[in-house]
């Protein structure tokens, strides 16, 4: 079994910039593909990115493609979340999730680890 914890999350102004982290304990991280989600207040759980488990390649959804990039350090067992040309759209609380499966992740159709999440909050 994984745990995750998400970090870095905060106050930015619209523009700016942040990097969350996703770190792993119990297992190592490098045996899952690892996904990205958000829910703003009165809105439902949303796709942001995943990574495949040897970071070969990453998916993206349309609303953050250009501005979003993911990465993972498999050594440290994290995954980043860069985050550029923030919108106040952006707001709100980031999760990372992690499967064996990209897929899995993807749609979430058997995605059993999460962590508890970081408010990023971008004011306009």
């Known amino acids: 079994q994984v745990q995750l914890v998400e970090s870095g999350g905060g106050l930015v102004q619209a523009g700016g910039s942040l990097r969350l982290s996703c770190a792993a304990s119990?297992?190592?991280?490098?045996?899952?593909?690892v996904g990205w989600f958000r829910q703003a207040p009165g809105k439902e759980r949303e796709f942001v990115g995943a990574?495949?488990?040897?970071?070969?390649?990453?998916d993206y959804a349309d609303s953050v493609k250009g501005r979003f990039t993911i990465s993972r350090d498999n050594a440290k067992n994290t995954v980043f979340l860069q985050m550029n040309s923030l919108k106040h759209e952006d707001t709100a609380v980031y999760y990372c999730?992690?499967?064996?499966?990209?897929?899995?992740?993807?749609?979430?159709?058997?995605?059993?680890?999460w962590g508890p999440g970081t408010q990023v909050t971008v004011s306009s």
């Open positions: 990574i495949t488990r040897g970071g070969g390649s990453t």
């Open positions: 999730a992690a499967d064996g499966s990209m897929f899995n992740v993807r749609y979430r159709t058997g995605t059993n680890y």
């Open positions: 119990g297992r190592t991280l490098s045996t899952y593909a």
